[in-house]
């Protein structure tokens, strides 16, 4: 039995999808703090061993009863929340961080520089590995590979995830061909193609097509008004979709015949599927010396002035998509998740990187 738990803390609905699987997957338990996530991993993760406490009430819980919890803050807020506890009991807790997503962005804010602060890593694979820079890696106790998780767990839940996936579409004509918009948030890249599209994606969709847009909770968060309207816009809507409080993202993209994003991780998740990708290059960056526009290299890129003609574009590319692309996908999908990681090496993986990253007595003066 792993002596560590998963931890989601607050509202945050993007984190649900990589901690929910990982704990299924660990047979590991996943302590929230949030009435809403709760009942959201609830509904669509069958076999996760779920604790809900406040904030207050979990700290202690963890620091009681584990010695190690994974989770997608950085160890820097981990250390905040679990201060008093820790300091009360006088035993740390080991912060082991695990990506929401295999994304390229810190290409340009160099946010996964920060995680040399971190003592112990998750890693997807190589791709992720030659991301974050020997200068972390030296200073980080231990990393663990993960695989493609998410895509393992999707195929041991299928028939679970396509009933609950297919009933949150069923307001979508299964007939038509489904295309599926993964718009990032404005963080301080400001790469969210989202304001500059959205009426070009809605106003020039054909009538054979449907359409899902997926936005990161993040941009909801920080336009409520703006989505608001959309809601009323779209309500009942025969074609088009917004989906949002829905963290199963394999099973969604199964269903979908072409991804259009921008620099959203999901489009990494796609490249298992092996489908036609859209980049919208809001910032009409230079995908060819830009590390941060890597994926593009595995579908077409649009520039803004060209996304009226989205449409227009998928059209000619589809014939050829596979001939195009198909092996640089395979190549990418390889580079960025490696070979399949079963269950129990994965256990094995965490066992060890756990074992290797505790405290120990020479580490007494934590406190």
Not at 340 to 348: D, G
Request: hydrophobic residues 40%.
């Amino acid at each position: 039995m792993l002596d560590v738990a998963a931890f989601l803390y607050g509202p945050a609905w993007h984190h649900i999808d990589h901690l929910a699987p990982l704990a299924q997957a660990l047979g590991i338990s996943l302590i929230v703090t949030d009435e809403e996530i709760e009942e959201g991993i609830q509904r669509f993760y069958p076999a996760v061993d779920l604790k809900r406490l406040d904030r207050f009430e979990a700290a202690t819980y963890v620091t009681e009863e584990y010695s190690s919890i994974i989770s997608c803050l950085p160890k820097v807020e981990i250390d905040q929340l679990f201060f008093f506890a820790q300091h009360k009991m006088r035993k740390p807790i080991v912060p082991v961080w695990c990506p929401h997503g295999q994304s390229d962005k810190g290409a340009i804010s160099g946010f996964l520089k920060l995680l040399k602060q971190e003592r112990a890593l998750l890693l997807y694979g190589r791709r992720m590995l030659d991301q974050v820079s020997q200068e972390v890696i030296k200073e980080v106790r231990g990393v663990a590979f993960l695989g493609h998780y998410r895509l393992r767990d999707y195929d041991k839940y299928k028939s679970f995830y396509d009933e609950k996936t297919l009933a949150r579409l069923k307001g979508l004509k299964p007939s038509l061909r489904t295309f599926f918009y993964a718009p990032t948030w404005n963080d301080s890249e400001e790469s969210s193609s989202f304001f500059a599209a959205y009426h070009e994606l809605i106003d020039h969709l054909p009538k054979d097509t449907n359409l899902i847009i997926k936005p990161h909770p993040n941009l909801v968060w920080q336009n409520p008004s703006f989505f608001e309207k959309i809601r009323e816009e779209l309500d009942g809507h025969p074609h088009i979709l917004l989906l949002e409080d829905f963290p199963l993202i394999m099973p969604l993209l199964a269903k979908c015949d072409v991804y259009i994003g921008d620099s959203s991780s999901i489009g990494y998740d796609f490249l298992a599927f092996d489908k036609p990708m859209v980049f919208l290059n809001q910032n009409e960056r230079d995908p060819k010396l830009d590390q941060g526009l890597y994926l593009y290299k595995c579908g077409i890129q649009v520039l803004p002035h060209e996304y009226s003609k989205i449409y227009e574009k998928i059209e000619n590319l589809l014939p050829y998509d596979k001939e195009l692309f198909s092996e640089i996908r395979r190549e990418v999908y390889h580079y960025a998740f490696g070979e399949e990681v079963s269950e129990n090496t994965l256990k094995s993986s965490i066992a060890t990187l756990l074992e290797n990253t505790a405290y120990n007595d020479l580490e007494k003066d934590f406190f």
